[in-house]
């Protein structure tokens, strides 16, 4: 590599994961549709639970900080990825870029870390029914909500941290969006070295949220076999929709993970295909399992209907 490449310097990226992309206006529009669709059900769940203080529980603040990191998940990606599809805009400028591949990044690991404080929510209300409202408290949660937001942030730091020293030898990014990957493989050094850093810290979240969340559910079915039957139905209701977005978060990212530890080579489009599953996937169904399994957002959605139809 010349010196001359090596000291590139990079205004903006161009973005090339959907050059091959047959029918890219359809693909868009419906990436489109699925985005406003996810943003108002996201937003909706969040004004409800602000709004209605009957709400304003532990495990209502829980729903509504997944709603939030729904919302900054599907944003870090979605627009970018509807311009270059349905406007063609290809080019990204570098900061824009670098900051959303900070919030990508930050927003999967905060889904990992709100699926897992839910999961421990769910356990002590089962396990200690009497005694949750003392335990788990408003503050309580609101404090580790925002411990949790502080150390995902340490998490990601390290990703704009390690880039942004770094000499880019490339303007083209072959993913669709701006991702750590993405931008590591503009740049003039090895990217193994990096791409093992980033394996480290996949699988130590990765693993120890989940892990967290198998044994909360250990715990779960431990009490569940020592209530009544009428009491078992109830906690299965009550974890159901929980399970739902845990599989539905943790699907995908496994796929991606298992398939490239085997060693299995993905093309562009499989890659870029399972990426915006991934991002879109969660962040669309989220917002409706809670809607429609759980009971107090439920009622309120039909009472603003109501409310909507007799004003009209």
């Known amino acids: 590599m010349s010196l001359q490449n090596a000291?590139?310097?990079?205004?903006?990226?161009?973005i090339n994961g959907f050059d091959t992309t047959q029918n890219p206006v359809l693909v868009g529009v419906i990436i489109l549709i699925?985005?406003?669709?996810?943003?108002?059900?996201?937003?909706?769940?969040i004004f409800i639970i602000v709004y209605d203080k009957k709400l304003h529980k532990p495990m209502y603040l829980l729903i509504g900080n997944l709603a939030v990191v729904d919302l900054l998940y599907t944003s870090s990606a979605s627009p970018t990825m509807i311009g270059i599809l349905v406007a063609g805009v290809k080019t990204i400028s570098y900061v824009p870029c670098l900051i959303q591949m900070f919030a990508f990044h930050l927003a999967g690991v905060m889904e990992a870390f709100a699926l897992s404080i839910m999961a421990f929510d769910r356990l002590i209300a089962i396990s200690c029914p009497f005694q949750y409202h003392s335990y788990l408290t408003n503050t309580r949660t609101l404090v580790l909500t925002y411990v949790l937001w502080i150390v995902a942030c340490g998490f990601v730091a390290v990703f704009p941290a390690t880039v942004i020293p770094l000499p880019h030898c490339y303007s083209v990014l072959r993913y669709n969006f701006c991702n750590y990957?993405?931008?590591i493989r503009t740049t003039c050094a090895d990217p193994n070295y990096f791409f093992n850093m980033v394996a480290i810290i996949t699988f130590f979240v990765s693993f120890f949220t989940f892990g967290f969340i198998c044994l909360s559910y250990f715990g779960i079915i431990y009490f569940a076999k020592l209530s009544l039957n009428n009491e078992k139905k109830k906690i299965a209701s009550t974890c159901l929709s929980h399970l739902i977005v845990v599989i539905c978060y943790y699907f995908p990212v496994s796929v991606i993970a298992v398939l490239t530890r085997l060693g299995v080579v993905l093309t562009v489009e499989a890659r870029n295909g399972l990426n915006t599953g991934a991002i879109l996937g969660p962040s669309l169904i989220n917002p409706f399992v809670y809607c429609l399994r759980t009971k107090e957002i439920r009622n309120e959605i039909i009472e603003m209907f109501r409310f909507s139809i007799r004003f009209f």
Request: net charge neutral.
């Open 7 to 14: 000291s590139l310097k990079i205004t903006e990226f161009i």
């Open 181 to 183: 990957a993405a931008v």
């Open 34 to 45: 699925i985005y406003i669709v996810a943003i108002i059900a996201n937003v909706l769940n």
